[in-house]
């Protein structure tokens, strides 16, 4: 079974970008769905961008043309960058493959 280990959040302030990671225990380009979800406190995990079963890219209304998912099958990678942030895209961000398989999120936090 895969393993996911998330990287790249912090602080950063409105306006500016974080580029997430999600390192995969083996090769997961052909491994559909996978995307990132986030989740703020009192709040359910929502999708923020997956590829879905076919391989392509959708996103949340709320992040379309700021955020971007991407994957590199030589480093077993998946990952989002995020430009144009708001104080609204706080929370913690997770990896996911399959629909089951979850990584431990990285925390990401834009201040006003």
């Known amino acids: 079974q895969v393993q996911l280990v998330e990287s790249g959040g912090g602080l950063v302030q409105a306006g500016g970008s974080l580029r997430l990671s999600c390192a995969a225990s083996?090769?997961?380009?052909?491994?559909?769905?996978m995307g990132w979800y986030r989740q703020t406190p009192g709040k359910q995990r929502e999708l923020v961008a997956i590829f879905t079963s076919d391989g392509t890219a959708h996103y949340a209304d709320s992040v379309k043309g700021r955020f971007t998912i991407s994957r590199d099958s030589a480093e077993n990678a998946l990952y989002l960058q995020m430009n144009s942030l708001k104080p609204d895209d706080t929370g913690v961000y997770y990896c996911?493959?399959?629909?089951?398989?979850w990584g431990r999120g990285t925390q990401v936090t834009v201040s006003s």
């Open positions: 083996r090769a997961i380009f052909s491994i559909n769905p």
């Open positions: 996911n493959v399959l629909g089951n398989i």
